[in-house]
C-alpha cells in the first residue's frame, strides 16, 4: 500500500502537470489550499489530487466539448 503524500506549507506539489505552493492545510477535511507558482488566485482542492511528481498521464478535457462545441 502506498504511503500518501502529506504536503506542508509552504511546499511545492503537482496538481496534474501544474506546480502549486502549498497556502494553507485544513486537515479536519483534507482540503488544502493552493495557487499556481505563476498566479497569485488561492484556490481550495483535495489533499489527495495533489502530487510529488507531475502526472504526464493525466489528460484533461476541454469544457468546450460539453457544451456542444461553443465557446465559453
Keep these: 500500500m502506498k504511503k500518501p503524500f502529506l504536503p506542508q506549507i509552504g511546499d511545492i506539489a503537482y496538481l496534474m502537470q501544474k506546480a502549486v505552493i502549498i497556502r494553507e492545510i485544513l486537515e479536519t477535511f483534507q482540503i488544502v489550499r493552493v495557487c499556481f507558482l505563476n498566479d497569485d488566485t488561492d ?6 489530487s495533489l502530487k510529488k511528481q507531475p502526472d504526464y498521464r493525466i489528460s484533461s478535457l476541454s469544457i468546450n466539448l460539453f457544451t456542444g462545441g461553443q465557446r465559453i
Excluded: L, Q
Design 43 to 48: 484556490f481550495y482542492i483535495d489533499i489527495i
